[in-house]
């Protein structure tokens, strides 16, 4: 089993910042990939961002120029630093991980999201 564990959502104005962290751990031989997607109300989840094992980072075109992914491979953990945000931005970002266990198996999971909440 793997636990995603993420943090630092919250209520900003609009142009603030805000920087989102998603902590994997458990059964983890190796990361394809991890990333953030968001949901808001009526609307389809979509990709934000994200990072493959490799260090390649993939930006939806909405975000690119204000939010920037990183990762600690040491700690399994991927921040996202959303910078300029706009009430547009208001969703539920969830964290997503792509990976092989012990016994070479792939899986996927998601956390369970963290709200951001931009105010004009």
């Known amino acids: 089993q793997v636990q995603l564990v993420e943090s630092g959502g919250g209520l900003v104005q609009g142009g603030g910042s805000l920087r989102l962290s998603c902590a994997a751990s458990?059964?983890?031989?190796?990361?394809?990939?991890m990333g953030w997607h968001r949901q808001s109300p009526g609307k389809q989840r979509e990709l934000v961002a994200t990072?493959?094992?490799?260090?390649?980072?993939v930006y939806a075109d909405f975000v690119k120029g204000r939010f920037n992914i990183s990762r600690d491979n040491a700690k399994n953990t991927i921040y996202l630093q959303m910078s300029s945000l706009k009430p547009d931005d208001t969703a539920r970002y969830y964290c997503?991980?792509?990976?092989?266990?012990?016994?070479?198996?792939?899986?996927?999971?998601w956390g369970q999201g963290a709200q951001v909440t931009v105010s004009s």
């Open positions: 458990g059964d983890i031989f190796s990361i394809n990939f």
């Open positions: 997503n991980l792509g990976y092989l266990t012990s016994n070479r198996r792939l899986f996927e999971a």
């Open positions: 990072v493959t094992g490799g260090g390649k980072t």
